[in-house]
């Protein structure tokens, strides 16, 4: 009775009342963890306030959180990672709700409604997990869920924000059902707590920032407000890696597949460089066999690309081992290994080969706590090392940097070659072609076959040229993407493509020839690897102009909402094309466009 009082007299208010100025969101966010302790397990407050609203509400929010700051998806042994509906189990959080009623358009009273957040199974594929908003109070929306559930995804390696977690809401509601009555709502604040957050393990001087980007129904025109959030006693984190490798020989040749282990207890610093050696007595690069066996690959992405070994990595914060592939970049003379994890988990770690020292160096290592991490090189007359088993046996080593740089450690491991006869006595087998690494002899004749790049007399490394690059279409949803690919004087011809679109614009699986043009290059094949598009041409060509229409492209609501604003605009987007010649040396090529056509 009460309800409908408030009602009827509000009701009778607004209709003598003029119209109120509407303004829109001004969030900020304020952030109360309850300890700051590196690499500990704490619970972190956020207060994030939208006022004031007047009668605008958010309309889609993303939480951006710091490198090394990470959610336990392994609560109730994983299984809500694959739960349809918000269970008590699933529970990672609670906190409230505030928004205001909407009466004939005008602001009213403000309720505040008590929530829990919950992990459900992911919303999309790729997602790492789902994360629901659910009301404790029967009377609001029935005690039920609110919305659709925010999409928790990991941040790639090539995001500026670096790797980390994004929690992303989209279409947050304007209605709610108060004690059975439906009601128009403005939300002015959500104030939460999330329990059981893995704290990062590097403690900068400036301290990472933990962000909340957001748009509203009236202004689609994102805002972003940010909070510090510090963090200490890195120094006194312990850092105790340890290292492991085995070796064994094929029966038939030299190649030799090799696995390297390292392990760390899951309270200790994680490590942001990871140095490998390997004894050049025993274990050698397999130059021939890598040449003749066609496993350089620039680009991943690539369907020709051969893989040449597996990795596998174990979280304390993940319920299943990630199993990623290993594949070897560049020409022979500036090699790297790259580990490429799919989603959720989409990163790629890449390591580079110094062949003087025989060492692998891997940089940049996110902050993300592994007890274990395995990888596994293939062996077979290709394999990416070689063993004349003379000697058979030595010793390996490791230097790891902790995240925070104040820590290093230098574990080793000896090994002996497996499947050796005759181990140390120099009486083993020759290496494939009976030269060693590093000549340009191969079997069955002298000089690289197809065309192959090696260390002495290697061909010219002629790099194209992407150019003439620009959007039209970004301001009415229709984007059309051109651009211009050319060998370059003396180089050899193009046979294939990749393209990687910048954030907010994504490739039609469904259609994506039928916007695709070509000018000059007729298409062998089109698909979609890992997100980016891959192009194959019927015959190589020395440049050709490429079109992708609105029919192969869209771009979201935020993209096209940029583009119309007159403040905050786009300004330039990123583009990442691959290409791979005629002599399957392959390039990454990036272009930052500023003609998008977006007029004043």
């Given at each position: 009775?009460?309800?409908?009082?408030?009602?009827?007299?509000?009701?009778?208010?607004?209709?003598?009342?003029?119209?109120?100025?509407?303004?829109?969101?001004?969030?900020?966010?304020?952030?109360?963890?309850?300890?700051?302790?590196?690499?500990?397990?704490?619970?972190?407050?956020?207060?994030?306030?939208?006022?004031?609203?007047?009668?605008?509400?958010?309309?889609?929010?993303?939480?951006?959180?710091?490198?090394?700051?990470?959610?336990?998806?392994?609560?109730?042994?994983?299984?809500?990672?694959?739960?349809?509906?918000?269970?008590?189990?699933?529970?990672?959080?609670?906190?409230?709700?505030?928004?205001?009623?909407?009466?004939?358009?005008?602001?009213?009273?403000?309720?505040?409604?008590?929530?829990?957040?919950?992990?459900?199974?992911?919303?999309?594929?790729?997602?790492?997990?789902?994360?629901?908003?659910?009301?404790?109070?029967?009377?609001?929306?029935?005690?039920?869920?609110?919305?659709?559930?925010?999409?928790?995804?990991?941040?790639?390696?090539?995001?500026?924000?670096?790797?980390?977690?994004?929690?992303?809401?989209?279409?947050?509601?304007?209605?709610?059902?108060?004690?059975?009555?439906?009601?128009?709502?403005?939300?002015?604040?959500?104030?939460?707590?999330?329990?059981?957050?893995?704290?990062?393990?590097?403690?900068?001087?400036?301290?990472?920032?933990?962000?909340?980007?957001?748009?509203?129904?009236?202004?689609?025109?994102?805002?972003?407000?940010?909070?510090?959030?510090?963090?200490?006693?890195?120094?006194?984190?312990?850092?105790?890696?340890?290292?492991?490798?085995?070796?064994?020989?094929?029966?038939?040749?030299?190649?030799?597949?090799?696995?390297?282990?390292?392990?760390?207890?899951?309270?200790?610093?994680?490590?942001?460089?990871?140095?490998?050696?390997?004894?050049?007595?025993?274990?050698?690069?397999?130059?021939?066999?890598?040449?003749?066996?066609?496993?350089?690959?620039?680009?991943p992405t690539f369907a020709t690309c051969k893989t040449v070994g597996s990795a596998t990595a174990a979280s304390p914060l993940y319920p299943t081992p990630l199993v990623g592939k290993a594949y070897l970049d560049g020409p022979l003379t500036s090699l790297s290994i790259a580990l490429v994890f799919p989603p959720p988990f989409a990163l790629t770690l890449v390591g580079k080969v110094d062949l003087p020292a025989n060492s692998t160096t891997f940089e940049h290592v996110p902050d993300i706590p592994l007890t274990d991490l395995r990888v596994n090189l293939a062996g077979g007359p290709s394999a990416v090392f070689s063993s004349a088993c003379s000697p058979a046996s030595g010793t390996a080593g490791s230097v790891l940097t902790s995240q925070n740089g104040d820590k290093t450690a230098s574990p080793s491991a000896s090994f002996t070659v497996a499947n050796c006869t005759g181990s140390g006595t120099g009486g083993g087998p020759t290496p494939p072609g009976g030269s060693p690494p590093g000549t340009t002899t191969h079997p069955g004749g002298t000089g690289p076959p197809g065309g192959a790049t090696t260390p002495s007399g290697s061909k010219p490394r002629i790099r194209p040229k992407l150019t003439a690059g620009s959007w039209t279409g970004l301001k009415t949803g229709r984007p059309t993407l051109k651009f211009k690919l050319s060998a370059g004087r003396g180089a050899p011809k193009l046979a294939a493509f990749t393209v990687r679109l910048p954030r907010g614009i994504s490739f039609a699986r469904r259609r994506l020839r039928k916007g695709l043009a070509l000018r000059t290059a007729p298409v062998r094949s089109v698909s979609l690897q890992r997100g980016a598009l891959l192009v194959r041409l019927r015959r190589d060509v020395s440049s050709l102009g490429v079109t992708i229409g609105p029919r192969s492209v869209k771009e979201s609501a935020a993209v096209e909402s940029r583009a119309r604003a007159k403040r905050h605009r786009l300004r330039s987007l990123r583009l990442v094309v691959g290409v791979q010649n005629a002599d399957r040396q392959t390039f990454a090529l990036t272009l930052a466009i500023k003609n998008l056509h977006l007029g004043r």
């Open positions: 009775m009460r309800r409908l009082t408030l009602w009827l007299a509000v009701t009778g208010l607004a209709a003598v009342m003029a119209p109120a100025a509407s303004a829109s969101i001004s969030p900020t966010l304020k952030l109360t963890p309850s300890s700051g302790s590196a690499g500990s397990t704490a619970n972190l407050g956020m207060d994030l306030k939208f006022s004031p609203t007047a009668t605008d509400s958010p309309k889609d929010l993303t939480l951006v959180l710091p490198p090394g700051l990470l959610a336990d998806a392994t609560i109730d042994s994983g299984r809500c990672l694959s739960a349809t509906a918000p269970t008590a189990s699933c529970q990672v959080g609670t906190g409230t709700v505030t928004a205001t009623e909407i009466l004939l358009g005008l602001p009213t009273v403000s309720t505040s409604v008590p929530v829990a957040f919950d992990l459900v199974q992911p919303p999309a594929p790729g997602d790492l997990a789902g994360l629901a908003i659910v009301s404790t109070n029967p009377l609001i929306d029935g005690g039920g869920e609110i919305g659709t559930p925010g999409a928790i995804t990991v941040r790639s390696g090539s995001d500026p924000r670096g790797v980390g977690l994004n929690i992303a809401f989209a279409n947050i509601p304007t209605t709610a059902s108060l004690a059975g009555l439906p009601t128009t709502i403005a939300v002015d604040e959500i104030n939460s707590t999330f329990n059981g957050l893995r704290f990062p393990t590097a403690c900068p001087q400036a301290p990472a920032r933990l962000s909340a980007v957001a748009d509203s129904y009236s202004v689609p025109a994102t805002k972003t407000t940010s909070a510090p959030l510090k963090v200490t006693g890195c120094r006194s984190l312990p850092f105790d890696p340890r290292f492991g490798i085995t070796a064994a020989k094929d029966a038939s040749d030299n190649g030799v597949a090799i696995q390297t282990d390292i392990t760390q207890k899951p309270d200790e610093a994680t490590s942001q460089k990871v140095v490998l050696n390997l004894p050049a007595t025993v274990l050698m690069p397999n130059a021939t066999g890598v040449l003749s066996g066609g496993i350089l690959c620039g680009d």
